[in-house]
Every structure is written in C-alpha cells, then in structure tokens.
C-alpha cells in the first residue's frame, strides 16, 4: 500500500520531469522495487524525450528558405501589378469590350434612324399639311398611319405577341403587319411617300370658309364727265374776262 | 460645350509612391521574420507530419499565407506563435487528409505487413518504439500535441513555449506533464 502510494509518485515525478522530494527520495533509497520502476521509467521518459527531439530537430533543407523567398517574390503586390499593367492580359479583354460596345451602337444608331410611330405622330400633328388635310378630309390621310405600324419595336411586338394591343394609333388608322426583314423597306418607303404627298397634298387642300372669307372692298367714287367741244369752251372762257373787266 | 474634369496627377502618383514604399517596408520586415521563423515552421510542420517533403509543403503553404495577411496582424511582435499556430493548423489538416487516403487505399488493397530488419535487431527495435510513440502522439489532444512538439523543437524552454502561445506558464506545465504522461503509458 504504501510503495504503491510512493511507486504512483514517483511516476508523476518523472513525469514532470522533476526532482523528488525528500521523503520520496528516502523511500526510494529504501525500497529498491519503486526505485527500479522510477528509473525505468524515467529512462522511458527520456526516450520518449529524445526520439521526440530528434524528431522535431530535424535537418531543414537547404532549398527551403530560397524557395519560399521566390513564392513571395510572386506573391508580392509588384509582381501583381506587373500582371495587371502586363498588355496581353487586359488587351483582349479591351478588344472584346470595345467590338460589343461597337455592334450596340451600330444597332442603337440604326434604330434612331427610323422613326418610330410616336415620332410620326407628333410630325403628323404639328405639320399644318397634315392638319389642314385632317381637318378638310379625313379620308384622303394614308400615309403617316401606315409609317405608324410599321415601326421596329411595335411590329416585332405585333408580330410576336399580338394580344398586347402594341401599337397605340388611333381606331381609324390602318394596321399593317409586315415580317421582320420587311419592315425596314416598308418604313422608308412609308416615309418618303408621305413627303412626296404633302406637296400634293398642300395643293389639293380645300380651305375652310371661315380661313378665306373674300374681301369687302369698296367701289371707288367716280363723278361723271361733262364732255363738251372745245371751241365752245375757248369762247365762254372769252366771255367771261369780258364779264369781269 | 466640352465638359472638363477636374484631376490631380501629382497626388496619385504621390499615393502610389507612399504605397509601394509601404508594400516594400511590409516585405522587408517579412522578410527578416522569415528568417527566423522559416526554421521553426518547418520543424512544427515536419513534428506532425514526420514526412519533409509534405512539411516543406506545408511549412511554404503557411508562411504564404501569413504574408497575404503580414498588413492585418496588429501585434508584430506574435508573429512566431502566429506562424506556429497557423502551420500546426495546416499540418494537421494534411495529417488528417493523408490518413484518410491512406486508409482507403489500405481498405482496397489490404497490403501485407512489411517484416522487421532482422540484420539490425537495435534498429528494429528503435523503429518500433518511433512508430509506437507516433501513434501515441497521434492521439494525444492538439494542445498537449503541440506544447509537446514546440518543447522538444529548438530546445524552447517551457517559458519560450508559453511565449509563444500565449497561454501561462503553469498552463504548459500541466499540458506538458499530462501529455508525457499519457506517453509514457502507452509506451510502458
């Protein structure tokens, strides 16, 4: 019991790998069986010690610190940015950027160029031709409703999704449906038809009755001639001095 | 009529020059750190893995890291327990990753059991006291683990050990003691 007591002291001493305390010294001068387990297991302890040393100490390689050195070479923000500045890394990214922006605006500027109904709207109702023609004859207007329908983004509508009510003309105007490849064609030829009718049509507007009321002008007041010869004229004129003297 | 933006080129530049001067001071300081710590992370490395290849690896993959994020650590002066923890964190990841590969490949194959040298009974015999005490360290808790690895690399002293993880000195002690404790039981 008792060298059981001083064996498990022991142990935790070499453990800690520190020196025994006097009454466990003098025990384990004593008892030759606890001082037999301490040193055995003090020996454990120090080859647990130096395999773990030799272990952890081991040699570094020598390629060690100059191979982590030129990893940090790349890693460092100058190398990064010799990467971003470098010309064949951002100049296809620069190529591909600039031929997409070039296809949108080439589509952009092709759009612009025809006039949407909207546009032909408006130049409809603040031309005095188109007015003037509403006003005298509805009927003979024709060519900006046809212009109207056939515009890009309401005739792809139209086609595609009719039930949308895509195109915002009047109830009298006439829709027109063309196929996409056509619609181009038909829209520039809408459009110079219509300028080559509002010369016609200037010409053949009725105007209204109040816009030329006639003139009232009033008859000049000419008295009546007395005509008589001139011989006659000459004697009175004689006679008359006569009559003064 | 021609918009004008307002710019300052000498600023920039003067930014420019301030930043790298600071990237170049940030290296530099790295730099003379690496030198002292370079050795030890391979060794904490090189304790878990017992493979220097797989350290070098493992060591190299650390100090990286701790220079991606050299501008972030406040405290300079925990630069060494920084690396240290950063590199046992790795190497065990590795540790894990190798022994689970490891026992697939041992499930599918089933390879025989290599024969002890039978010339040199006294490297046998050491041999089979490492790969003991291996699997033992093996399963010792990571703290104990690590206490004990950074005892034994370099000769640190328990103080240096308790510097360098910040934690008490009567902290490593006990750590020390239950660690060759639990050592010594499974060896005995």
Partial sequence: MICNHYKQASLEVAARGAEPDP?????????SSCRSAFESERSLLGSIDACLRSSANSEIPSSFIPTVRAQLQQESPA?????????????????????????????????????????????????????????????????????????????????????????RVSGSDPEILVPPDQEILLARYADQFRQHHQSSATL?????????????????????????PLADTQRDVQQNDLHEK | MQELVLIQPGRTAETDLQRGATEAALRREFEERLAECGPLAFRVARGVLRNTADAEDVAQDAILRAYRRFDKLRDR????????????????????????????ETLWSQP?????????????????????????????????????????????????VATLLNIPMGTVKSRLFFARKQLAEKLR
Avoid at chain 1, 23 to 31: G, K, M, P, V
Avoid at chain 1, 87 to 92: I, Q, S, V, Y
Avoid at chain 2, 134 to 139: H, L, P
Wanted: proline share 6%; hydrophobic share 45%.
């Fill in chain 1, 23 to 31: 009454q466990l010294l003098a025990h384990l001068q004593a008892c």
């Fill in chain 1, 79 to 167: 190398a990064q940015g010799e990467r971003i500045t470098n010309p064949l890394l951002w100049l296809p990214a620069i190529a591909a950027t600039a031929i997409i922006l070039f296809i949108f605006a080439s589509q952009d500027r092709r759009v612009k160029s025809q006039p949407t109904d909207e546009q032909f709207a408006t130049k409809r109702i603040e031309s005095p031709v188109a007015t003037a023609t509403t006003a005298a004859s509805p009927s003979q207007v024709t060519t900006a409703p046809i212009s109207a329908v056939v515009g890009k983004r309401f005739a792809s509508k139209a086609t595609i999704k009719p039930d949308k009510k895509p195109v």
């Fill in chain 1, 204 to 228: 053949l507007t009725e105007v209204a009755p109040d816009q030329t009321a006639q003139l009232q002008v009033p008859l000049i007041q000419i008295a009546e001639l007395e005509v008589k």
């Fill in chain 2, 77 to 104: 002066g925990r630069f060494k327990a920084w690396l240290v923890r950063i590199t046992f964190r790795l190497a065990l990841d590795r540790a894990k990753s190798f022994n689970r590969r490891q026992h697939r």
């Fill in chain 2, 112 to 160: 025989e059991r290599k024969p002890a040298p039978s010339t040199a009974e006294d490297l046998a015999v050491a041999n089979q006291f490492r790969s003991r005490l291996d699997r033992a360290v093996d399963q010792l808790p990571e703290k104990q683990r690590l206490v004990l690895l950074l005892s034994a690399i370099e000769g640190h002293s328990l103080e240096e």
